[in-house]
Nanobody, 116 residues
């Protein structure tokens, strides 16, 4: 199993970024997928999750209305569109197979920094 994130970077408050996670080594369309983040000095938290066919999505209260999770099962990729970014969104973002953090498969992470 391999999960490779991309799309992180430095953005000003109010800006947007789109994270991608390319998956391989398993039947992508059979699994829910999620994005987590870990900010400096804080615990890892679930940001958004999507079911295997993309029909149900859930979000942390802190990102509702600003972030959108989606997936393309033809490309084995899950995305996180992040709009209206705030400094408190600064974190390392991780792609994860499944929704529960108990799962073993994580990407290496991509840094998102929101700063002027």
């Amino acid at each position: 199993v391999q999960l490779v994130e991309s799309g992180g970077g430095l953005v000003q408050p109010g800006g947007s970024l789109r994270l991608s996670c390319a998956a391989s080594g398993f039947t992508f369309s059979s699994y829910s997928m999620s994005w987590y983040r870990r900010a400096p000095g804080k615990e890892r938290e679930l940001v958004a999750g999507v079911t295997s066919v993309g029909d149900i999505r859930n979000y942390a209260d802190s990102v509702k209305g600003r972030f959108t999770i989606s997936r393309d099962n033809r490309k084995n990729t899950v995305y996180l569109q992040m709009n209206s970014l705030k400094p408190e969104d600064t974190a390392v973002y991780f792609c994860h197979r499944g929704i529960s953090s108990a799962g073993n498969y994580w990407g290496q992470g991509t840094q998102v920094t929101v700063s002027s």
